[in-house]
């Protein structure tokens, strides 16, 4: 029997934008930066778009690197490409000064309500992946 | 939408569901369902004005992989056709719009998926937004989990109740010869099994499924001559809430209530509702945002804690509810339909039967 590796890619370029892009940016030199909405409230990770009205979203905002759990679920299988090698924490967390969550992994058991911080990559090269976790803050209200 | 047109579901086929089916392709898969629903109705291809069909690139790990699957269908006559990709039951909103501007009077919707040669779950996790979520390769079960965890910690539901919802479904789909998981462990067997992806145990999680279904509408005196019958379509909608999940409220699902509302769900009491709840929370979610109480017999299929063949998993749905309305069970129905992750899209549609 003939095998052959099937690898589906796209081999694109994707322009970020004015605000994903500024987002993506700020990772590299360790800041989060999360957007102002209509109504005041901070969207973090930033939309361009404002999530009720659709009106376009400008005002830039940094928020903390310590945030609170909002909701979590036990990862016991991790999968290729995950940012842990091993068993962790998918989890939302709100960042302080942001009104909404962002999606990344904990290393370590969490709850809701926890405090966590980031634990930014050696390397950092404008992804998400430049968080290369959360981990829990000993001592957290 | 209110209908300009009276349409109905007139036929309705699907697989036998299998955790895998090797030995087929996917045309070999969906053609004698297409095959079953026509000879349902008595037509031949001919007889059918469009064709639309719902199916995913990135499960049957090709681009146009839909163009393939025509085959199916057969090479002669001719046909008007068009896909989705998306589960069939959008393909049967693209063919119900279709017939409402007139262009044709019958139509053919399809929706299969092989999931078994890939890692569903990890798959699934191309669906979500390639900035934000993507470069983490979130697997669909732990996404899930967070959206059950936040029910849990609202106090909205718990796992035993979840746990009772795996084992209604389940028990319910020893009436389906077409189901996948048929009968389950008990309750306290259930409750005490380890957990897949904390909240969620296996009993929680849809199976993986390799299967697919076919549907053939048909417009006013055609669907009477087709059809002992008729589940006429009375109202349609679907809708989409944000792909951004924090900044979404998981306990609850706008887009649900405003296609439930927009499809007149309420005007009329409902005899029986399938709901394409993949994860037993959703099943709650959705029978709130939906209005339905405890008249409303929920699942009798099982659903797709019982089958979930990606990309047919909500046309069965639709399937199953007009079987009920055909053979008299019931006389007005709900059908429900999800996409995306934690229900990010919902499709509603009621059906209801000639009075008897």
Redesign the interface.
Known sequence: MLEAP?V?EYPFN?T?GPV?GAF?TGLREQRVLGIRGVDGRV?C?P?EYD?QTSEPLTEMVEVGAEGTV???????TP?????LGGAHT???I?LDGAD??????VDGEVV?GDRVRIRWADEREG???DIAAFEPVEGGV | MAPQRDVAIVAFAQTDHRRAVPERNEVELIQPVIRQALDQVGATIADIGFTCSGSSD?LA?QAFSFVMTLDAVGAFPPIQESHVEMDGAWALYEAWLKIQAGHADTALVYGYSKASPG?L??VLSRQLD????G?????S??????????MI?AGLIDEAEMAAIAHRSREAARGNPHAQLRGSDPLDELLAAP?L????RRHDCPPITDGGAAVVLAAGDRAREWSKRPAWIRGIDHRID?H????RD?TVSPSASLAAAKAGVSEGKVDVAELHAPFTHQEKILATALGLGDSTVLNPSGGALAANPMMAAGLIRLGEVFRRIEDGEADRGVAHATSGHLLQQNFVAVLEGDPR
């Open positions: 099937l589906i994707r970020t994903i993506l969207v990770p939309v999530p909002t909701s979590w679920s036990r990862v016991t999968r290729d490409g995950q940012p998918l989890a939302l709100r909404t969550s962002m999606l990344h992994v809701t992804l998400i992946t | 990135y790990g890692d779950p990890r390639p900035y934000y979520y470069p983490l390769w979130p697997d079960v732990a996404l899930a989990g967070l959206q059950a965890r936040a910690d957990y992806s904390d909240p969620l944000s951004n999940l924090g900044a998981l």
